[in-house]
């Protein structure tokens, strides 16, 4: 142990060494890769390889750790980014949880950090801790909001929830009961399942007895069509929404013709090709797609990689003006770059477009989401 | 621990309805019960592959879900036209094992055996090689696809349990234990390289309903129960009637005592291997049409098939089979009650469980190391 | 100084330096390191130890840290007050998952904490007051001497503390009365048992005592990070605690922090090689890890850390001075009757592998127990020793009913015994071996020999064994490994061991089983000087030779029934005698 401490210690101080005589700029990238998150993070891992390896004329050099989707892990990782890799910007992680944890680390450190996951509460308030830390997709509240509002298009006066028995499935619950409370909606049933159940019939039956005019799925991936498909068996007629947490290809090859009919919101990058031309995001949006789906095969986008481009494009507003103020690797660098991040206006995005101030480190508004639905088994814009 | 459980039977969920439902409502009963045995099927055909296992070679064998995973996933590979990744394991389990037999036969200057080895190995692998590649590509019917699915989850069994646990067959319980859940992790970190993070459905089987007696249920659930049923009466005539599955009984028996009679024990694991495999095989065939299936289902699957083996003290097939029942019953009737404390709710009966036996029996301590 | 003790010196010495010289991020591995570290010597007292094994201690560190996360964020507890108050939450819950496992076989206890670990995830999750899956943040840092412990270079330094500290009462323990006994756990309850031990009570203790070490290093977690959420305490995580234990050596203390630090550098190494070599499609590391424990496993059973001890060389371990001396049994009136057996029987189903058999044994004789194969010798062994009580009939031992003690309460009356297959611990010293027949003898409990506030008893214990190794003349080996010598002094170190307890009545299974013609001589001669210093002796044995020799008194056994009894004249004229044994036996009783 005592070697290899002495290795790494060498290893550490040839690579500082060779980092302050470059002085590229090095980013982190942090993503579930495996465990429960992987369906999300593996999009947005893929999606690293398309970013950008100059920006400014500067080399970019990204270091991708995977946290298997556990809080130690994620935070350790970041740590080690920090520190090992001297890394000026710190994109990730996947989960909210860990981002959560994550965000001391980037603030003890004066780092800033971009989160890739869901929950509000990662960058709201921005007080002191938070001020080093910024998201890109949309949160759970601006997705809630969405689907109420549309509940409340169609006369949905009682709503009942079936979602993931985690953090995920606990945020949007939190949500729904919120944005539905305002909008005179009842949640007449909230039940749980676990990620690998072989049955829900128990949950669906406890929400069919309530008899709620729609259903929400707060479920993520392939596993969210289990629901879906019971409701559809008990012959259940109301509508049926999911989350933005669906959306890839996976969700509609497994569903097939038992996820019909799913109401769900999502960044317009999800129907890029059915956008008016008028709209902005379109053009960003099929460029995204067509370069994954050029590296990674047809039908292999998903809207979660797209949260890694659009912190991509963010990162390359706010890194060329940074590099004005400071040389990277530097503390001021770090605090340029959060001050530019900050700054940035406008930057169209594949999820919307994003305009950043010092009391919002999302920026983004109701037009980075659309309703989509299943219908022939493909997304459809719902106009 | 009791605190938040007796705290959530006041939670909203309940409270605010304002509706007296039970699950012994007659619209409801039924309905849990039929989706609880149909679960339950499933978990009883694990746990007896459980009870086999542990009976014959004392490995208390977790890895039993991922024979489920691979089951599905290998099969919904094929359906994509795709060679499925459990190929390559095969091949490399093959590749090891052909090299373990081979050296052991060299040592004990066997050459004809070595060779005859050596050329097996290679003729076996070459063969489900071409054999899955082919049909992959071609696109097979379903019941080609199934038996090309069958044909390579389960020789994983007698693999895993060659280069694995036959090294370690005089090891104490705790040490295959261990074992037994580093190999869980290895299999499950690969079910996720060859088959990605989401979870695939294969075709059904059966489609369409029935009705029995008031309840409707899905021709899939019949097929489950049925076949569950069908496999279990095999396995008693397997047990109770047939030379092989009573040398099998005797080794579970009395290691010493089946070598006298002319059993090998490392033959007798190795079968019970393939069982183990075939039973978690065909449960994945069985249950992919209905949920879709991830590279870390198998785990949790497995566990509620051991919670049952546990009833039955990882020794009574029958108990263990009715234990898993009504782990399966439970789990339904819990999912509809209390649906956020399910996992809990399942996971914590093996304590009482447990708890009853300790009082119930006297145990002798098994001598090991 | 011996070799060892200046590299444990050294170790400690670069221990300290390390948080101050190493960068930041290494520092943080280095307390993860020391956390983890924490749980895997716990850990290793109860796997390698005691032999019994836990996918649960991750859980425990969770309730340690939701203990100490909850009572500081809601109730404005101190740190320093919330840690022992999660200890003993911790030590209730798995007191209660002991209680109900522990009577049972070994590996009830591991499944029954997979179970646990995953129940325990859900329960933190879906209690809001725990703040659920999201987590609970806003941890106060801990404060010491007024010093606010928020630098990472700081925090290593408790956790290292924490950590020694861990180690040096595992070590403790180890080397204590208690420690001893929970090792005899690792082969069975039978020896312990056999020399009083109530190996229940200890199991449920070594247990609890391993959570407890899981739920401090819980407390250091939840202060370290300042935010709790249930995936570190998952199943998963509890797993990777056991493996650090198997890959650095299960019975070893320091094995246990071998493990945590190989098992962390490499998850370090892995995930920086492996992604180049085989591309980032999934968790390589897991699948690299669970292979490796299996290679472990089948190449290196016992770990990393024994193939290290072995380069260094142990130092003759120091003798304590002796300021006790335990009383000596009173001697039992010679001629009165130490053993009666009257009328027992034993069924096994519808065997009756005993059936009405009476003798006595006085005061100051050897008696023989003979009989061919099967004739129910070893299970009227069992009878008297309390293994495995008689079915009917009655067994009297100095004075009291011993029919249905258990072997514990049999030993403690002041009964001895040896066993037929050696039932030694290969891996202790002589001294070591013999003193665990003392175990009765001593009073200190597990806390008291965590601390080392048992070291009059061990010192006294440490003389009566020594004392009865020079009686067996095993003296000048007392720090010889047990698993080196030769079967003769291996069955004369049991003797010692027995003899240790300072038995009035001493039971002997088969003592000259595969022991060459001098052995035999030899043990006659110190069977005949321990009778003739107030020792009663009741032999089982197939020797006729030996036997004829050496008893006064012969009780031969045949078909579960009493055959005949006398000297050995006598028994040799006995006709019944003669045709039980058609010659065959004899012969090859006497080859």
Known sequence: MKRSHQARLTLTALLAVSSLALADVRVGVIVSAT????????????????????????????????????????????????????????????????????????????????SLAASESIIKPVDARRSWVFKTPQTDALMAAAIVAHMQQNKVKTVGYIGFNDAYGEGWLAELQKNAAARGIRVVATERYARTDTSVTGQVLKVLAAKPDAVLVGASGVPA???????????????????????????????????EGAILPAGPVLVADQLPDSNPMKKVGLAYSNLYEGKYGQNSVSTFGAHMWDAGLLMQKAIPVALKKAKPGTADFREALRDALQGTRNIIGAHGIFNLSATDHLGLDARSRVMVQVVNNTWKLIK | MLGPVAFSLSAPSLASKGLALNIFDPAIFPILTADGLTNGAVYALLSLALVLVFAVTRVIFVPQGEFVMFGTLTLASLQLGRVPGTLTLLLVLLAISTVLNVVEALRRGDGRAAGLAAGSGVALGAGVWALTTTLAAAKAPLLVQVLLTLLLVVPLGPLLYRVVFQPLRNASVLVLLIASVALHLVLVGLGLVFFGPEGSRTPAFAEGNT???????????????????????????????????????????????????????TAAGSLAFTVAALIGALSGLLIGPSIAVSYDTGFLIGLKGFVGAIIGGLVSYPVAALGALLVGLIESYASFSLSQWKEVIVFTLILPVLLWRSLSSKHHDEEDE | MTPRLILTLV???????????????????????????????????????????????????????????????????????????????????????????????????PLATIAWGISLYYVFGNSPALGGFTGLRGIPPVNVFGLDLTDPRRFAYLALVFLALGIVAAQFLLSSRVGRAMRALRSGTVV??????????????????????????????????????????????????????????????????????????????????????????????????????????????????????????????????????????????????????????????????????????????????????????????????????????????????????????????????????????????????????????????????????????????????????????????????AGNLALGQQRLLEIARALTADPAFLLLDEPAAGLRYGEKAELSALLRRLRDEGVTILIVEHDMDLVMNLVDRLVVMNGGQELAQGNPQQVRDNPAVREAYLGADVEEGAA
């Open chain 1, 35 to 114: 465990g429960p998150a992987a369906s999300l993070g593996i999009p947005e891992r893929n999606t690293v390889a398309l970013l950008p390896q100059t920006i400014g004329g500067q080399k970019i050099i990204y270091t991708i750790l995977d946290d298997a989707s556990d809080t130690t892990t994620a935070v350790t990782n970041a740590r080690k980014l920090i520190q090992e890799n001297k890394v000026d910007l710190i994109i990730g992680t996947t989960t909210t949880p860990a981002s959560l944890a994550m965000i001391d680390v980037a603030a003890e450190s004066k780092t800033p950090m971009i």
């Open chain 1, 225 to 259: 069509v289990l629901p879906q498909k019971t409701l559809n068996d008990r012959g259940y007629a109301g509508k049926i929404y999911q989350t933005h947490g669906v959306a890839n290809a996976d969700f509609l090859r497994v569903g097939g013709k038992d996820v």
């Open chain 2, 211 to 265: 009705a029995l007696g008031g309840v409707t249920l899905s021709n899939q659930s019949l097929l489950v129960i049925l076949v569950s049923a069908v496999l279990m009466l095999a396995l008693y005539y397997f047990f109770d009637r047939t030379l092989t599955g009573k040398a099998l009984r005797a080794t579970a028996v009395n290691r010493m005592g089946a070598r006298l009679v002319g059993i090998r024990p």
């Open chain 3, 11 to 109: 170790a400690v010495l670069i221990a300290l330096a390390l948080p101050a010289v190493l960068p930041v991020f290494q520092v943080t591995l280095l307390t993860n390191v020391a956390i983890a570290a924490l749980t895997v010597v716990g850990l290793v007292l109860l796997t390698g130890v005691a032999g019994l094994t836990s996918f649960g201690q991750a859980a425990f560190m969770g309730v340690g840290a939701y203990t100490t996360a909850l009572l500081t964020t809601v109730y404005g507890w101190n740190p320093w007050l919330t840690l022992p108050a999660g200890m003993v939450v911790t030590a209730g819950v798995a007191a209660l998952l002991g209680l109900a496992t522990l009577r049972m076989q070994g590996h009830y206890l």
């Open chain 3, 192 to 481: 312990a048992e056999a020399f009083g031990a109530n190996t229940f009570s200890l199991r449920v203790q070594v247990f609890v005592l391993s959570s407890v070490f899981a739920s401090a290093a819980g407390w250091l977690y939840a202060h370290q990070q300042r935010f709790v959420n249930p995936t570190p305490f998952g199943l998963n995580v509890g797993i990777e605690y056991l493996f650090m234990a198997v890959l650095g050596g299960a019975g070893y203390v320091w094995g246990g922090v071998a493990g945590a630090v190989l098992i962390t550098a490499l998850r370090e190494v892995l995930q920086n090689v492996l992604p180049s070599l085989l591309g980032t499609g999934g968790n390589y590391e897991v699948i690299v890890l669970g292979i490796i424990i299996i290679l472990v496993l089948q190449f290196a059973r016992r770990g990393l850390w024994p193939l290290l001890e072995r380069l260094v060389p142990a130092g003759t371990p120091r003798l304590l001075a002796r300021a006790l001396t335990f009383p000596h049994r009173p001697d039992p009136t010679p001629g009165s009757v130490i053993l009666n057996v009257q009328d027992a029987v034993k069924q096994f189903g519808g065997l009756k592998a005993v059936s009405d058999v009476s003798f006595d044994v006085q005061a100051g004789e050897i008696v023989g127990l003979i009989g061919p194969n099967g004739a129910g010798k070893s299970t009227m062994f069992n009878l008297i020793t309390g293994v495995n009580p008689a079915t009917r009939g009655s067994v009297n031992l100095l004075g009291r009913d011993a029919t249905r003690l258990p072997a514990r309460t049999i030993h403690r009356l002041g009964v001895a015994r040896t066993f037929q297959h050696v039932r030694l611990f290969p891996e202790l010293s002589l001294l070591e071996n013999a003193m665990m027949g003392g175990y009765a003898r001593g009073k200190a409990g597990i806390v008291a020999s965590l601390l080392h506030l048992e070291r009059r008893e061990e010192a006294a214990l440490q003389g009566v064994a020594l004392a009865q190794l020079e009686r067996v003349g095993l003296r000048d080996r007392a720090f010889d490994q």
